[in-house]
């Protein structure tokens, strides 16, 4: 079974950091591209970054409101994703998603979401 | 950036309605547009890819139509577990967008 556990969020203050951590298990993850979405308070979902795969040696992409700021990277031998988030506003207030995308040469959507992670940017 | 807006942003509904959620995009997309169902407090479930493929194990009264910049999510008859709120999705080109969802509630 495809299970992704979102780990890390709690309560920063403004300009301060947070790593998150995404945990993979029943998949490869290296396998497929693995992205960060989040969903502010009462808001919609909102794509942060992705992680490539093996395939295109993990090669990264982010949204403009986060890029320069936040940073994907992964641990291929614990199956793991992370994002690691610095100078943060209130406005990255949100619950973090970890989603799993496709696998290379194919052209799916994200296909199985964890469960989200709270982080509030807050003095 | 592609941009995806979604109509109507809100509909009330009763069980057996047929339900209809129109999604534009502001590029041409091909068939890259997936729809997910989200209920409060959990995760979005994918329900439909490449515009009109069901996912596995999503019941078949869910169905998508369209191509290019014009998309539809139809519920053929709506069950009181399909109340929640419903997003489109671009995977056509960075960076990736989602519509502002459809909250579908009890009439």
């Known amino acids: 079974e495809v299970q992704l556990v979102e780990s890390g969020g709690g309560l920063v203050q403004p300009g301060g950091s947070l790593r998150l951590s995404c945990a993979a298990s029943g998949f490869t993850s290296s396998d497929h591209t693995m992205d960060w979405v989040r969903q502010g308070p009462g808001k919609g979902l909102e794509w942060v970054g992705r992680?490539?795969?093996?395939?295109?040696?993990?090669?990264?992409e982010y949204a403009a409101s986060v890029r320069g700021r936040f940073t994907i990277s992964r641990d291929v031998s614990k199956n793991s994703l992370y994002l690691q988030m610095n100078s943060l506003k209130s406005e990255d207030t949100a619950v973090y998603y970890c989603?799993?995308?496709?696998?290379?040469?194919?052209?799916?959507?994200?296909?199985?979401w964890g469960q989200g992670t709270l982080v509030t940017v807050s003095s | 950036d592609i941009q995806l807006t979604q109509s109507p942003s809100f509909l009330s509904a009763s069980v057996g309605d047929r339900v209809t959620i129109t999604c534009r995009a502001s590029?041409?997309?091909?068939?890259?547009l997936a729809w997910y169902q989200e209920k409060a407090g959990k995760a979005p479930n994918l329900l439909i890819y490449?515009?009109?493929t069901l996912q596995t194990g999503v019941p078949s009264r869910f169905s998508g139509s369209g191509s290019g910049t014009e998309f539809t999510l139809t519920i053929s008859s709506l069950q009181a577990e399909d109340f929640a709120t419903y997003y489109c999705h671009q995977h056509n080109s960075y960076p990736l967008t989602f519509g502002g969802g459809t909250k579908v509630e009890i009439k």
């Open positions: 992680s490539g795969n093996k395939g295109d040696g993990y090669n990264t």
């Open positions: 989603a799993r995308g496709p696998v290379r040469g194919t052209r799916r959507p994200l296909d199985h």
């Open positions: 490449l515009a009109s």
């Open positions: 590029q041409d997309i091909s068939s890259y």
